[in-house]
Structure formats: C-alpha cells, structure tokens
C-alpha cells in the first residue's frame, strides 16, 4: 500500500495525522480543492502551492471523456499534464449517478452514461472505473460506488448500500497498481443508522442535524489507523464539525463556485461583492485574513471586477481557498453545539450560540 497514516495528536475525538502519500507528505485534517479536469478555474499550480493546497481533486468520468485517460497515460499521468508536484485524489465517477442522473441507467454491471460531449453511450463498470484511475495515475483512487441522493428512502437505499460493497470486491481485483496508487472504499446506507457506516454519499440535500449524527456514527465504527474522508463536504462549519467527530479528508466545489458568483467566505459567514455596498468600501475582502488578495486589494475593486472582469472571480477563489485553508472563526449555529457535546468539546465559553434555519 502506497499509504502511511499516522495520528500526530488527539483530542477527544478529533485527531491531527501525518498522511504519506507517493508525491506528497500531508498533515490533516485537510481541505482538497476540486479540479474537475485537471485545473482550479482561475487559479496556477503554483498559486495553489502558495495557498498550502495538499490534495487535488479531479474527476474520473469528465477526466475520462476530456482529455482521455489513455492520453495522460501517453503524456506520463496527470501530475505531469497538469504540473502539479503534490497529491492528487481522483473520484470514481459514481457521482454522476446523481448530478446526470437524466443521462444514467444504473444496473448491476455498471453505469451506462450518454455523453455530454457527443450523445454517444458510455459504460462505466468497476473495472473500467479502476482502470482509467490506474492510467490518470493520482495518489488516491476511489472505488465505484451506487450514489443516491440522501434524502432517498426505502428499498433504493439498501440495493445502492450492498450493491457498492459488490462492486468494491470488483473494483480491489482491477486495482493494478497497489504499489503507487490507494484504493480508497465507499459505502453507501443514506440516512438510515442501521444501513450507514461509512462516509460516503452526504451533501445531498440532508439537514445539518442528520449530517453531522451520520459523520458522529460512522468515525466511531471505522478504524483508528486509516484516513476518514468524508466526501463533498466544504461549508467552512461542516468541515470543523467533522473534524471535531473525528474526519480527517474533505473536498467541495464551492469555495471556488461561490467565488465565481463573486462571493467571499468571511469568518461572519459570506461577504457578496456584487451588491452596489462595496462599490465605495477600502476595506480588504477579510481584515484579519493574510492572503495575498487581503493584503493588496479592497473591496471597491474587486465589486468593480466582478460584474465586469475574470479577475474577479481569480482574486476570491484565491482568498475562498486560502480561507479553506485555515479553521473559520465566528457564531456559532445550534446543531455545531449540539454536534459538538458529542465530539466531546465544550465551545459554550468562546463563542454564544445562535439558532440558524439554513439546513
């Protein structure tokens, strides 16, 4: 196995770890950004080196479809394609089940997709699923897993749960590179407490309160000595959340999306630079923030840009993810607390509690 794992400190339940990985030594907990095909929009490598960036995150099915996998294969992976010197992490393609679920039919050999590029049928079995991960070449690897969406109940649920613990056996026998590569398994079970115990197939529409007793149920049954990643998370609140209850890994597109939509993450929540308040503010994006968006730009310019210029949208999903990089600071909402009497952390003397409708 291409991995070392190794829990640094603990408290309570939340631990800080050493991940070895074959390109990169990382420290979690950690954030990883999401370059679906090999790039951050907006952002260099080096920009994202810069950030502290450990882990990217690229998209098997679109990776698979645009360039190709046997190309970056040709072209010696996508580390090299991309010039990217650290880790990398690439999904299976399982989520697609749920994003393109209109282009999908889910059954026992795989997934047959329609094309967004050209209409034609595209099979994703575990095995094809593992070999094209085995040709993109990232650290990580994940097995194919059947996505439905969390608020999905009855007996779909279950078929997707024992389903994906089919196709990990699967997926594990198409596994060939074990020695450069980690194979990371996925099991689905919703929302059910009896059917979940991994940490896949959450941020699908739950409410908070379902979400974090789900993350609480399942790093209590996974082992201490392996990494915990819990997939699609990046709301700054989630991530402490999880971290607290015991996660290790996350990834999400929205700090970078948001930043698109010309939106900042601020420690009082989110800060719109499109709204015409900040067409005559000096103040930096986040006045306790170093980044280097922070220290050289005031809010005046970036509203300017943002309804006019791409470099708005470089200029916050720099400081988006810098922000990621770090552990959010502000209000509390009540199901952080609630979430937090069980990881075992009293926060009620650094922070005053506040109801919050958002789910």
């Not at 970056?72 to 989520?95: C, I, Q, V, Y």
């Not at 010309?262 to 630079?273: H, I, N, W, Y």
């Amino acid at each position: 196995m291409a991995l070392r794992f190794e829990v640094l400190g603990r408290f309570n339940r939340a631990r800080a770890a050493r991940l070895t990985l074959p390109h990169f030594v990382c420290q979690t907990p950690l954030f990883m950004p999401v370059g679906t095909q090999g790039t951050i929009k907006g952002l260099t490598t080096e920009q994202l080196e810069d950030i502290g960036a450990q882990i990217i995150l690229g998209n098997t099915y679109h990776l698979a479809l645009r360039p190709t996998s046997e190309l970056l294969d040709e072209l010696g992976g996508l580390h090299k394609f991309m010039n990217w010197p650290r880790a990398l992490l690439t999904d299976s393609g399982g989520f697609q089940m749920v994003s393109l679920l209109h282009l999908a039919d889910i059954t026992e050999e795989g997934v047959t997709f329609q094309s967004p590029v050209d209409g034609k049928p595209m099979l994703l079995t575990p095995e094809e699923s593992i070999q094209i991960q085995n040709r993109i070449g990232a650290d990580i690897i994940m097995a194919l897993d059947d996505v439905v969406k969390t608020t999905t109940t009855g007996p779909r649920v279950e078929e997707a749960m024992y389903r994906t613990i089919r196709w990990i056996d699967r997926c594990i026998e198409a596994h060939k590179r074990p020695t450069e590569q980690n194979l990371f398994g996925i099991v689905q079970g919703g929302l059910d407490p009896v059917l979940r115990y991994a940490i896949g197939g959450l941020s699908g529409g739950e409410s908070k309160d379902s979400f974090w007793r789900v993350v609480a149920q399942c790093t209590a049954a996974l082992p201490e000595e392996k990494p915990r990643y819990v997939m699609g998370v990046g709301y700054p609140l989630d991530i402490v959340v999880c971290s607290a209850l015991g996660a290790d890994m996350y990834d999400c597109v929205y700090p970078t999306r948001t930043a698109r939509f010309g939106t900042a993450l601020v420690p009082e929540g989110v800060l719109k630079l499109k709204q015409k308040a900040m067409a005559e503010d000096t103040r930096p994006v986040d006045p306790t923030c170093d980044c280097m968006v922070c220290k050289n730009y005031t809010r005046a310019y970036i509203h300017c840009l943002v309804t006019k210029d791409a470099m708005g949208s470089q200029l916050l999903s720099y400081h988006n993810l810098y922000y990621m990089m770090k552990f959010p600071k502000g209000d509390i909402p009540e199901w952080v607390c609630d979430a937090m009497e069980v990881a075992g952390i009293d926060i009620s003397s650094c922070c005053t509690p506040f109801s919050s409708s958002q789910d």
